[in-house]
């Protein structure tokens, strides 16, 4: 379909954009992130030789430190100059980038919806085409004039109705594929500024959830690229057994063409709220958490057959 190319090419042109001026202020951030290295680097070593002069320790453990402290800065000015495109880039965004690629089945989600949407107009193009049969028929009985009528009208509508949804399935993709480009530009655009706090024990956190944020973000889109993958092929099944059915032109295959159309109409609403539910399955999976319940089961002491406790009683 037409319209489906066109809305493709404009998203991909939307994160070409988003990809310039990427290349054109990650050069500007990289600085920042120079700059905020120095200054929490001579942080680093001055509270160091402070805590070391304090706690007066002896000169093993005052040249381990040294030497940690020394390697670390020397890895976090890496990951801040060269090796930010190796490892967070190309590394991270790039390979999960790559994987959802792959997995997205033809590798364009434009493609998989305008086949199963081409099948599913061709089952409506030939049950319509059944009414121009009616002249043919063996009787002009009103009733069974009205009973083709309104099978065929029934038949369209659901495949109508199934191909809405399955739009509404494939509109959700986009913005969710869209949404994960743009978080993972702002967090590459970004992340130079949050590397260098890596040098402050205390402050750790700040690069962890930097790091937290990219990688789940990267993670929508290959969630959405599994989610389309399953469902496709059952779309395209079904599209596929509702036209053969239609084009059948028996009044026996309007129950098949319905019970299609129907079942397609669910699983693009599954899908729909599958794709939903990623930024929190993306969430869970790069926080550690479950993502399915919040609740904590507790937890009592105690051994193995041992009888339980009777709570004490108040004394009077």
């Known amino acids: 379909m037409a319209g489906i190319q066109q809305f493709d090419q404009a998203a991909s042109q939307i994160l070409a954009e988003a990809g310039q001026y990427l290349a054109e202020?990650?050069?500007?951030?990289?600085?920042?992130?120079?700059?905020?290295?120095?200054?929490?680097?001579?942080?680093?070593?001055?509270?160091?030789?402070?805590?070391?002069?304090?706690?007066?320790?002896?000169?093993?453990?005052?040249?381990?430190?040294?030497?940690?402290?020394?390697?670390?800065?020397?890895?976090v000015y890496w990951l801040v100059s060269a090796g930010y495109s190796i490892v967070f880039v190309d590394g991270i965004a790039g390979s999960l980038d790559q994987i959802a690629n792959t997995l997205?089945?033809?590798?364009?989600?434009?493609?998989?919806?305008?086949?199963?949407?081409?099948?599913?107009?061709?089952?409506?193009?030939?049950?319509?085409?059944?009414?121009?049969?009616?002249?043919?028929?063996?009787?002009w009985n009103p009733l069974n004039i009205m009973g083709k009528i309104y099978s065929s009208l029934a038949q369209v509508g659901a495949l109508f109705l199934s191909g809405l949804l399955l739009l509404l399935a494939g509109g959700v993709f986009f913005i969710v594929a869209m949404a994960s480009q743009f978080m993972v530009t702002i967090a590459i655009i970004l992340g130079p500024v949050f590397i260098p706090w890596l040098l402050l024990p205390a402050a750790t956190f700040v690069f962890d959830g930097w790091l937290r944020f990219l990688i789940s973000a990267a993670l929508?889109?290959?969630?959405?690229?599994?989610?389309?993958?399953?469902?496709?092929?059952?779309?395209?099944?079904?599209?596929?057994?509702?036209?053969?059915?239609?084009?059948?032109?028996s009044s026996a295959n309007y129950g098949e063409v319905m019970l299609a159309s129907f079942v397609a109409g669910l699983t693009a609403l599954l899908a729909a709220y599958l794709l939903l539910q990623i930024p929190s399955i993306a969430a869970a999976l790069a926080g550690g958490g479950t993502g399915v319940y919040s609740a904590r089961i507790p937890r009592r002491a105690g051994k193995v057959g041992q009888q339980p406790t009777k709570p004490e009683q108040p004394k009077k």
């Open 25 to 75: 202020k990650s050069g500007v951030i990289q600085g920042y992130g120079h700059d905020l290295f120095l200054a929490l680097g001579a942080l680093a070593f001055a509270w160091m030789g402070i805590r070391l002069i304090l706690e007066a320790g002896e000169l093993t453990s005052i040249m381990g430190g040294l030497i940690r402290t020394i390697l670390l800065a020397g890895i």
């Open 220 to 249: 929508w889109k290959v969630l959405a690229a599994i989610i389309v993958g399953i469902t496709s092929g059952v779309f395209q099944s079904l599209a596929s057994k509702a036209e053969a059915a239609a084009k059948a032109g």
């Open 104 to 139: 997205l089945p033809g590798g364009s989600m434009s493609g998989t919806l305008s086949e199963s949407l081409s099948a599913f107009y061709r089952a409506g193009t030939a049950t319509m085409e059944l009414t121009n049969d009616f002249a043919a028929g063996e009787s």
